[in-house]
């Protein structure tokens, strides 16, 4: 049997959401699965006249560029929010492509709808726009039944202005007046001057301390004696910290952007402070059997609404419907 061959293309600094993808389908009898850093355009093109589907990640300057050439196969692009902000989206001939791929019904409804002046409408069918949801390996994410409960409350991901630091900075004080024993932790990296002077700045006007514990490469180690996860951020497509911290058995946080209610529970999601302190308060005030009763609900909700296996086998879905 010949396989099906699929290029997927994306920079090499940029797979993480990519990789479990390439994984799986470099194992699968019927594919044969070529992961494309970028580099040498000939060499490219000359991948792409062999191949059945090209897999883009990440709507960008490559892909408004190939979207201008010659076409040699299938065409599927997955969009991530950064793009669309930007307006790449916008830029490329859609008319190559047999799939535009987004990871939530939020995504594709501002992709349909723009906003108002500022972003207009990309002009394609809905039915065009394939809703495919994040996949989290929960195997990776240890639970631990006896884990204690420690009153920490964890945030993970790069620093930067979209993930709001003045907005995390009003939670974590609000949690303190609430309870000072709560104890806050950062993992990740700065990106942003002015992000890093903020928090240096304002923590000289705290009573409490916040804990800086930088880039970690185990995030399930990180998790094992947090109990809260959080996102402040002004838009996440999906937000993977709080998945994965959901599978460790972690109470999630979840600032109301846009479309966060299409992704994590309504009863975890904030628009105030106040309406933070009031979710923290209720788990905070809960017995041992039923704080572990959470903890379980938690992972059970990623275990069914967003497992690794679910998003793999909607691909390969994916990838049959357009071959044939």
């Known amino acids: 049997m010949n396989k099906k061959r699929i290029t997927f293309l994306c920079p090499k600094s940029q797979?993480?959401?990519?990789?479990?993808?390439?994984?799986?389908?470099?194992?699968?009898?019927?594919?044969?699965?070529?992961?494309?850093h970028g580099g040498d355009d000939q060499d490219f093109y000359k991948t792409l006249q062999s191949s059945d589907i090209a897999w883009y990640e990440w709507a960008n300057q490559d892909v408004v560029n190939i979207s201008r050439g010659p076409r040699y196969s299938k065409q599927i692009c997955r969009l991530h929010s950064y793009e669309f902000f930007e307006g790449l989206h916008l830029q490329i001939n859609w008319n190559k492509f047999d799939r535009l791929v987004v990871v939530n019904d939020s995504l594709k409804e501002l992709i349909l709808g723009g906003i108002q002046n500022m972003i207009p409408p990309l002009k394609i069918s809905p039915d065009f726009?394939?809703?495919?949801?994040n996949g989290v390996d929960v195997s990776k994410f240890n639970f631990n039944e006896n884990k204690t409960y420690n009153k920490k409350i964890a945030f993970i991901g790069f620093v930067n202005h979209k993930k709001s630091p003045d907005l995390l900075i009003q939670c974590f004080?609000?949690?303190?007046?609430?309870?000072?024993?709560?104890?806050?932790?950062?993992?990740?990296?700065?990106?942003d001057p002015r992000t890093?002077?903020?928090?240096r700045y304002l923590e000289k006007y705290l009573d409490f301390p916040i804990n800086y514990?930088?880039?970690?490469?185990?995030?399930?180690?990180?998790?094992?004696?947090?109990?809260?996860?959080?996102?402040?951020?002004?838009?996440?497509?999906?937000?993977?910290?709080?998945?994965?911290?959901?599978?460790?058995g972690c109470f999630p946080l979840v600032y109301n952007w846009f479309g966060s209610d299409n992704i994590y529970p309504r009863e975890n999601i904030?628009?105030?402070?106040?309406?933070?302190?009031?979710?923290?308060?209720?788990?905070?005030?809960s017995n041992p059997n039923e704080i572990m009763e959470q903890r379980n609900k938690a992972r059970k909700y990623i275990v069914d609404n967003f497992s690794l296996d679910g998003q793999l086998k909607d691909i390969e879905r994916l990838f049959k419907n357009i071959l044939e």
Do not use: C, R, W
């Not at 104890?183 to 990106?191: I, P």
């Open 15 to 36: 797979d993480s959401f990519l990789l479990p993808i390439i994984e799986y389908f470099t194992k699968h009898n019927e594919y044969k699965a070529i992961h494309y």
């Open 173 to 191: 004080n609000a949690i303190h007046k609430l309870d000072p024993e709560f104890t806050f932790h950062m993992a990740g990296l700065y990106q």
């Open 213 to 248: 514990d930088g880039y970690i490469e185990d995030v399930n180690d990180y998790f094992a004696d947090k109990d809260y996860v959080i996102s402040t951020s002004s838009f996440e497509s999906f937000h993977y910290s709080i998945a994965e911290g959901m599978a460790s």
């Open 129 to 133: 726009i394939e809703v495919i949801p």
């Open 196 to 199: 890093l002077l903020t928090f």
């Open 270 to 285: 904030f628009t105030t402070t106040n309406q933070l302190v009031s979710i923290v308060e209720k788990i905070n005030n």
